[in-house]
Nanobody, 122 residues
């Protein structure tokens, strides 16, 4: 499965961005799709995940601000980011894999996209 993340950019604090992750195969629809982010000098961290049935999970730092959704017919998963903060600045990656209890850590995913940069100005 090849993943392509897009939608990053520069936004002011308090603004919104919508990221999208597109997959190359229909098997995508059976996978859990995770979003992770990595800021300079920091480890990659979990942001959100969505299972094949639409069940969602979020990191505490983004709950109430970010929302993930999927369209299995289009092989896409979106991450709507609202009320962005300076500390949300990072490269955002989407990842795919069978659901496991490791959905909050990078090694819980089998496939990765190339990342898209989100910069939030304060």
């Amino acid at each position: 499965v090849q993943l392509q993340a897009s939608g990053g950019g520069l936004v002011q604090a308090g603004g919104s961005l919508r990221l999208s992750c597109a997959a190359s195969e229909r098997t995508f629809s059976s996978y859990t799709i995770g979003w992770f982010r990595q800021a300079p000098g920091k480890e990659r961290e979990f942001v959100s995940a969505i299972r094949w049935n639409g069940e969602t999970y979020y990191a505490e730092s983004v709950k109430g601000r970010f929302s993930t959704s999927r369209d299995n017919a289009k092989n896409t998963v979106d991450l709507q980011m609202n009320s962005l903060k300076f500390e949300d600045t990072a490269v955002y990656y989407c990842a795919a894999g069978p659901f496991s209890r490791l959905y909050t850590v990078p090694r819980g995913y089998r496939y990765w996209g190339q990342g898209t940069l989100v910069t939030v100005s304060s």
